[in-house]
C-alpha cells in the first residue's frame, strides 16, 4: 500500500468521521439517494481497511443520527436494510481481522432485525483486539450529555457521589463513549462546515478535517490525505509553541 508522506509513528490513536454527501453524489450522477449510500457503504469498508491495516486502534463512523429518523421512510428502511447486510456480510471478515465492533445511540430505535445482528456482531468480536470499530446509530451528542447527567444526577440523589466529586474524568465515564480515548483527529466529507449532533464533549482538541469530497468518493487515498494533513497540524492543547514536547 502506498502511505505517500504518512509517519506511520505518528498516526491518530482515534479517527472520528460524519460521511456526509451520499445524496448529493447520488443526484450529481443521476441515481437514486439509495444508490449514493449503497456507495458509501463501499467507502466504509475502505476507511475500516486502511485504518487496521496503519494500526489506527479506534475509527468512530457517525453512520445515522437522531435527526435521520425524519427522512423519508423508505430512505430510512433501506439505510437500515444497507447497516444489517452490512453487519450479516462482514462479521466473517470482523473475526478474521480483529475488529471489535461498539455501537452508540438509542438502540431501542432501530429496527428489531437491526438490533439483533446487531448485538449478535458486538458480542462475537468482544475480545478482537486489532481496532475497536463504534458505529454510531440513532447518536444525538446532546442526548449522550443528557443521559450523562441522569446518570450522575442519580447517583448524587442515592448518595453515592457528592456535587464536588464531579469532574471531567466522571463526566467522561458516564458517556456513551466512556471506554474509547477523545478522538485525534475528525473527518466532515462534503464540504459542511458542521459537527451535526455527533461528539460534543468529546472534541475539545481534536484536529478537523473538513473536505469537499462526498463520502462515496472518499477512499483510501483521500483518507491517507486527511491523515498526512493530520500530521502537518501543531497540536499545542492550549500550550505554547516552545512548550511543546
Ligand atoms: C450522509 O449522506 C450519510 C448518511 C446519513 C448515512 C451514512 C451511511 C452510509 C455511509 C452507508 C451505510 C453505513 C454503514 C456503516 C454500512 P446524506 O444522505 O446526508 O448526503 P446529502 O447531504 O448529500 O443528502
Redesign the pocket.
Known sequence: MNHKGLDKSRLPRHVAII?????????LKGKS?IE???K??A??KAVVDVSRTLGIPYLS?????SE?WQ?PRE?VGA?MG??EH??CDEQKRMMKNGIRLLAIGDRDRLPISVRRVLEQTIEMTRDNATITVT?ALSYSGRHDIVKMVQGIARKVREGSCQPDDIDEALISAHTETSTIPDPDLLIRT?G?MRISNFFLWQIPYTELYMTPT???DFRRDQYIQALVDFQKRRRRFGKTDDQEP
Not at 61 to 65: G, I, M, P
Request: aromatic content about 14%; cysteine-free.
Open positions: 460521511m456526509d454527501g451520499n445524496g448529493r453524489w447520488a443526484r439517494r449514493g449510500h449503497r458509501g457503504r467507502s466504509v463512523l457517525y453512520a445515522f443520527s435521520n427522512r430512505e439505510l444497507l447497516l452490512y453487519l458505529l462534503s459542511e462526498l463520502w462515496p
